[in-house]
């Protein structure tokens, strides 16, 4: 965890914006803290930071992305219910980040409540 953490500071006092992909609450928790340390060891610049490919944020770490000024690069294809939902990411994810999915197919409509 430390060594995630650290890693872009050094990226950072080098005047390079981080770019993370992150696609679960906890990978987009760690990431901001990574983002947030890296603000905190370096003096701030202009560089805004990115994570990609998110499809899950915990409650407590939307606001984090404006306080932080992270841009964050969602993956709505990713997030509807279709065979790769069902198999690569449903059964890997809590409950919670389970809701948080779009879980529908825009050429079926709705997913079932």
Known sequence: MQNRIRSPGI??????????????????CDSLDAAEHARKVNDPCRNRHHLAHVQVIGPADVPRFAE??????????????????????LPFV???ARKQQLCSDPCSGPAPA
């Open 11 to 28: 990226t950072v006092s080098d005047d390079f914006q981080i770019h993370i992909h992150a696609l679960g609450d906890r990978a987009v």
């Open 94 to 96: 809590s409950d919670v």
């Open 68 to 89: 932080l000024d992270v841009i964050v690069n969602g993956q709505p294809l990713w997030a509807c219910r279709g065979d790769a939902m069902e198999v690569l990411t």
